[in-house]
C-alpha cells in the first residue's frame, strides 16, 4: 500500500490574496487507501490549500499533479472528471431543489438529453444508504436541519464515485452519531482504495482515522509524517510547537455577583418555555447537539429574533429587549457563530469593523470624530494584538483575526453581559487560548458570559455552570464538578449519566 | 505607469478625467460645443441629474434602488404651480409644501421596505405606477404652468454668471458628501449595503435607517422636480420619466456598486455631467430619435465598460 | 433492502411537492378564476376563452421571459423592447418573400441572438444585469425605431385569424410552451438555472457551467419576449415600434405576484405563469368594470404591494405565535 503512487499531489505551490501569501511552496501528496490528515492553526492555508486541489483556484506558481501528470487549467469539472470530490464546510446545494437533484447537481445521467430520473434515483438511493440519509429523496434540501443537509453533502460527493475524497470539517455541524456513520464510511472507502484528506480541529477524530499527517503552519509545511505512535500531545505540539498546558486557565472561585439575567417561561424560536439566569461574574455554557435551540436563546435574549416570557428581567430591568439596539443599551452584546455572514462586514476595512457600534458614541455635534476612532481603533487593535494595517478589508484577515474584530469592537461599550455564539469555531489554537484567557479575565471584571459552544471539552474547561438544551427545553443543569463531557454528551443525548436511555 | 494605475483604482477621479477628456476633445471639434454659455447650459442640465442622483446614490449605497425618482419629480413639479397658495407672495410656502410631500411619499417608501418588508426595487416600482396613474387621474393630459417666484428664480436666475440651479448642486453636493463621509449614518448606510444581518446584530437599527433613507432620496427628487419645474417653466405629465434611468446611470458611472455597501457621491457627480454630455453630443449629431436611442444605450454601455466593472466571484 | 425512504416515481414525486408548496397560489388563481366567471360568464364560452387566452398570451410569454431570470438571480428591464423588436421584424418581414416561416424565423433569431449577447455581456464581463439591460433596452428600442418609424409594416389576415380569432389556438400555444419548458428544466441546464440563482459559488463548484447557464437564460428569456411580440402584431395586425412598453412593468409585477424572488432561486415558473393569469385577470376585470386605463397602474401598484407583504406579514404572525 506505502508503493502506490500518488492520485493527487501539489507540488511546491505558492498562492496569495490581497498582497497576502497564504501559501508559501507547499507540497502535499494524497496516496489510495490513506486517510491523510491536514492540520493547520486557521490563516495557516488549509482552505487554499484544498481550494486548489479541487480546481477552484489556481495556484500563482506551482503545479497540481493528477496521476504523475500536472494539469494545465485545472477547474471545478476537470477536478470531477479526475475522480476529485470535496465536501466543504459552505454547502454547495441548492435550497429549493430535492435531495435527488441535489445529489446529483453536475454529474446528472442523461437520456436523450434529459435528466434520467430513473438512473438519478437508483444512484441517489444507493449513496443515502451509505450515509444513512432516510428521508424522502424528493424533499427539498431546505426542509432539512444543517447536520442532515451536510449528509446530503456528503452523499453528493459520493454520488461522484471519487478515487479522492478532501473532507474540511466534516462533522461541524454533525451529530455524534452521524458522525459515528461518518467515521465507517471514511474506513470502508479508505479499504476501497480511495484516497482520502481529512481536515478536522477535533483531534480525537484525526486520531481516530488517520494515519498520516500534514501539518501547515504560516503558509509552510511543517511536519508531513505517519501518525504512528503520536498522541494528542503530539499532535498539538507538531501544530504550535510547543505544548498545551496553559490553552485553559485555571478555573476562578467565582463569587456571582447581581442577578443579570432571568428568564421563566421563556420561548423564542426553537426554545419553548424555559426558564434561565445568569449572574454577573459567571462563565455559563449552553450545550447540546447543534440546533437545538441554543442560538435561539441567545438571539431571544439579544432582542434580534421575537421573544417572550412569562416573567423576564435583564440588567435590572423587566422585559426583554424589543430589538438589538435596546439590548445594546442594556449593556447586552452579541458575538455570532457565523463571523463571515454575520459577525463582520467582510469587503469593509478592519477599522470600519472595529468601529461600527461605536459611531455614534464618539460622533462629536452630529459629525464623525476621526482622530477619536483612530485613538480607539489603534488601542483596540493593541489589545487584542490584531497586528497590521487596519485600512486592509477585514476578509485578508485569518480566521481566528477575525474573531478577534468581531469581538473587539462590543468592547468600548463596556458590555455587562457578552452572549457569545460558538466563539472559537474555526479558530487556531493560539487564538483560542488568547480568548479564554480574555474571558475568564472578564468574568473577573464582573462580566456575564454566556457561551454556546458545540466542542464539549471547552464547555467543561471554561464554564462555572453549564445549561444543556435538547429539542427547545432544558435537559440539564450542571455545575461545579458535575460539569464533565460525560454529563453534557448524556444529557445532549437524552441519556441518563448512567447510560440509560431516557 | 503607477499613476495610471492608481487612477484606474479611482473610479470618481476616473470619470472626472473622462468628462475633461470629452469636453476637451468635443470643444476642439465642435463648433460652439466648448463656448461659456453652452458649457453652461450642460452643467444646468446635470445639476437636475446630480440632485435626482443625490438620493439614488444614498439609496444604491444602502445596497437598495429607488424607482420612484421619476414619479415623485413628475408629482413635484405638477403639484406646485397646483397648490401654491395664492396669499404667499415669496411662492416659499408652495415650496415647502411641495417637498414635504416628496419626502412623504419617501417616507412610505421606506415604511413598505422597513415594516412590510417588500423589497425596494418592488416598493419602489409599485410606488411608481401607483403614482403615474393617480397623477393621470388628478391632472389630466394637460401641463400646468408656474407662477411661484421662488421657483422661477431658481430656475432662470444667475447670481454672478452662475445659474442658481448649479448653486443649488453645489450645496446638496456639499450636504451628500458630509452625510456619507462624515456622519454615522454614512458609515451605517454603507455598513447595511454590505452586509443588512452584520449591521443590525452590531447594533445598527434597519428600520430606521431604511426610513431616513428614503425619505431623503423622496426630498432630493422633490428638489429636482422644483428645479426642473422651474427651467421649464410648466409641468407635464411624464417630465420626470428621464430621470429615473439617468440618475441610476449617473450613479453607477461614477464607480459606485450597485449592490451597495461600496461607493461615493463624488463619483456621482461627473456621472452626472458625462450623461448629459453624452446627450447633447447624441443631439448635435442630429440622428433620427432610432439612431440617438442606440448612440444613447451604447455609450452608457461603453462607459460601464471602463467605470462599472463588478468585483471577481 | 434500501434504508431510504424512496418514493415509486422520483420526478412525479419532486412535482407534486413543488405543486404542493404552491397550493396557497393555486387556490387564490382559482377563485379569481371563479369569482371572474360568475361576473362575465361569456369567458365560458368559446369566443369568450379565446379572448381571455389571447390576452393572457403574451403576457404569460414575458412573465415566463421575466422569471427565467429571476430565477437565475438576475433581472432584465429590455423585455418591452424586445417585445416591440418582434412585433416590428413580423411586420416587415411577413410581407416579403420570407412569408410567414421566414418571418417567424426572423423574429426567433433575432430575439435567440439579442438575448445571448446581452447574457454574453452580463456573464463574461461580469457588468449588473440591471444596468446592461438598461442600456440594451435603449438600444434595442433604436433597432425598432430605424426598422419602422411609425406604426406599419403588414401581417397576412390569415395569421391574425388564426391567432387571435374566435379559436383558443393561443391556448393550445401556451400549453406547447409550457411542455417545451417542462422538457428544458428536466435538463442539466434547466436545472442549473435555478441552482446558479439560489446559490452560485455552490453551482460553480458542482460543476454547473455558470456563465453558459446564464447566457442560455437570456438567450430563451429573447426568444420568448421577441415571439410575444410577433404574436402581439398578429393581434393589432401591424408592427408598432413601442407597442412593448407596459410590458416590462408588467412582466415583473406578474412575476412577483407569483412568487418569484429578487435573490434568485426562489420561487418556480409555474407560480409565474399563475402571477401572470391572476395580473390578465385583473387588467380585464378593470377593464370591464369601466376603470380608466391608467386606474390599471393605480391598482397595479396596490397589487404588487400586497402580493408581497402579505405572505411576509403571515410568516411574521406566524413566527410570534
Known sequence: MTDAKPLLEARQVFKGFFGNPVLKGVDIALLPGRVHALLGENGAGKSTLINLLSGALQPDSGAIVVDGKPVGRFSPAAARAAGIAVVQQELSLTADLSIAENIGLGAFPRRFGLIDYAALHRGVREVCDMVGLTEPLDMPVADLALGRRQMVEIAKALYRKPRVLILDEPTSSLSAHEAGILARLIETLRDRGTALLYISHRLNEVQALCSHVTVLKDGGVTADQSLSGIDGEGLVRLMVGRETGDLFPPRAVSSPGALRISVEGFSAGLVRDIGFSARAGEIVGIGGLVGQGQEDLLLGLYGAIPARAAKAEVSGKPGLPAHVGAANAAGLVYVPADRKHEGLVLPHSIASNLILPSLGRLARGGLRDRAAETNLIADLARRLTIKGDVARPVQALSGGNQQKVALAKWLPLDPSVLLLNDPTRGVDIETKREIYHMLRAFAAEGRLIVIVSSDTPELVHISDRVVVLREGRVAAQLSGTAITEEAIVGAAMGVNTQGVAA | ?313 | MSAVSSPNWLYGAIQRRRNRSLGGLYLVVAAFLILYAVLFPGILSVGGFSKFTQNWFPLALVTMAQALLMLNGGITLAIGPLVSLGAVIAATTMGTALGVPGGFLAVAVTGLAIGAVIGVIVAHLRLPAIIVTLAGSFIITGVALILLPRPGGFIPGWLSNTLAGHTPVAFLLLVVVLVLWKAFLATPLGLGIYAAGDNPVGAFRSGVPVERVKIVAFALSGLLAALAGLFVAAQTGSGDPIIGAPFTLNSIAAAVLGGVGFLGGKGTMRGAICGSLLLSVMINVMFFLGFPPVAQYVAQGLIIVGAVAVPELLAQWRARR
Open chain 2, 1 to 313: 505607469m503607477n499613476a495610471a494605475r492608481s487612477l484606474f483604482r479611482n473610479p470618481p477621479l476616473l470619470t472626472f478625467v473622462l468628462v475633461a477628456l470629452v469636453w476637451l476633445i468635443a470643444s476642439l471639434t465642435l463648433r460652439g460645443f466648448g463656448a461659456y454659455g453652452h458649457l453652461r447650459y450642460l452643467l444646468e442640465l446635470a445639476a437636475v441629474i446630480g440632485i435626482a442622483a443625490a438620493g439614488q446614490t444614498l439609496v444604491i449605497l444602502m445596497g437598495g434602488i429607488d424607482l420612484s425618482v421619476g414619479a415623485v419629480i413628475t408629482v413635484t413639479a405638477i403639484l406646485l404651480p397646483i397648490i401654491s397658495p395664492a396669499w404667499d407672495p415669496t411662492g416659499l410656502v408652495g415650496i415647502a409644501l411641495v417637498l414635504t410631500i416628496a419626502t412623504g411619499i419617501g417616507f412610505l417608501n421606506g415604511a413598505g421596505a422597513a415594516y412590510l418588508r417588500v423589497p425596494p426595487i418592488i416598493m419602489t416600482l409599485a410606488m411608481a405606477t401607483f403614482l403615474q396613474g393617480l397623477l393621470v387621474i388628478v391632472a389630466g393630459g394637460s401641463a400646468v404652468t408656474v407662477s411661484n417666484p421662488a421657483v422661477i428664480l431658481l430656475g432662470q436666475a444667475r447670481p454672478l454668471g452662475v445659474p442658481a440651479g448649479v448653486l443649488l448642486w453645489l450645496a446638496v453636493s456639499a450636504v451628500v458628501l458630509i452625510l456619507i463621509h462624515r456622519m454615522p449614518i454614512g458609515a451605517r448606510f454603507l455598513a447595511i449595503g454590505a452586509n443588512p444581518l452584520a449591521a443590525r446584530l452590531s447594533g445598527v437599527s434597519i428600520t430606521r435607517n431604511t426610513l431616513v433613507l428614503y425619505a431623503l432620496s423622496g426630498f432630493f427628487a422633490g428638489l429636482a422636480g422644483i428645479l426642473v419645474l422651474g427651467m421649464n417653466r410648466q409641468g407635464y405629465v411624464g417630465i420626470g420619466d428621464p430621470y429615473l434611468l439617468t440618475s441610476i446611470a449617473a450613479v453607477v458611472l461614477g464607480g459606485t456598486s450597485i449592490l451597495g455597501g461600496r461607493g461615493t457621491y463624488a463619483g456621482t457627480i461627473p456621472g452626472a455631467i458625462l450623461l448629459v454630455t453624452t446627450t447633447a453630443l447624441i443631439t448635435v449629431v442630429n440622428a433620427s430619435p432610432g439612431w440617438r436611442s442606440i448612440m444613447f444605450g451604447t455609450l452608457i454601455l461603453a462607459l460601464l465598460l471602463i467605470s462599472g466593472r463588478e468585483a471577481r466571484r
